[in-house]
């Protein structure tokens, strides 16, 4: 057997090694986490991207708050009002925080708003 033959026999494991290490690691870095969130709008702010929402506690994960969440298309905002009851799917990716999908579930009366 060939000098080289056994130094390509002796890289291939470690070879091995390094690339399962590196999927490992970049899996975990790029993996996201998505929570379903329901929620009242309270603002809506479509130049910026921005839907603010007072949504129900996220089990284990986050107590109920109002808070700003962005999206990545602002199509996921068309037909959203304020006041609306939606459902919507949050994806957090450190850093970013974003809004995938958001459906209104209930719509308040125009008697209720004030119209």
């Known amino acids: 057997m060939s000098t080289l ?7 291939v494991p470690a070879m091995l090694a390094f690339l399962l290490c590196a999927a490992g690691c970049s899996s975990k870095e790029g993996s996201a986490e998505r929570h379903q969130i329901r929620g009242l709008v309270m603002a809506l702010e479509p130049a910026r991207n921005r839907v603010v929402i007072a949504h129900e506690e ?3 994960y986050m107590k ?4 700003a969440f962005r999206v990545r298309d602002s199509s996921v905002l068309q ?5 609306d009851s939606v459902r919507a799917v949050v994806t957090m990716k450190k850093p970013e925080v974003w809004l995938d999908s958001l459906i ?6 125009s008697s209720e708003s004030g119209r």
């Open 5 to 11: 033959s056994k130094a390509r026999r002796a890289t």
């Open 58 to 60: 996220i089990p284990h």
């Open 64 to 67: 109920a708050m109002t808070m």
């Open 79 to 83: 037909g959203i009002e304020v006041g």
């Open 104 to 109: 209104v579930i209930a719509r308040m009366s």
